[in-house]
């Protein structure tokens, strides 16, 4: 669904850019390019919700905003 899709890429453009970057790449957080490939829409939801040891705080994307980031997260493959 492109409307949900866009709608994550802009709560990532607005929430998560600054630590992963605008292209993905990475900067201080982790190159999320091909995210997808290698966890599910629930691990990255999973990871939102609760934080990473080195850095990923928890609650960053909350609620549906979280579903649309993971969503789209998860396509990148």
Known sequence: DTASSSEGQK???QK???CHGADLK???GPDLTKVGAS???D???DVLKN???GG???NVVTGDD???VADWLAAKK
């Open 56 to 58: 990923m705080p928890a």
């Open 26 to 28: 990475g900067a201080v």
């Open 11 to 13: 709560i990532y453009d």
């Open 51 to 53: 934080g990473k040891p």
């Open 16 to 18: 998560c850019a600054s």
């Open 66 to 68: 979280a579903d649309k």
């Open 43 to 45: 691990d990255i939801l």
């Open 39 to 41: 966890l599910s829409k």
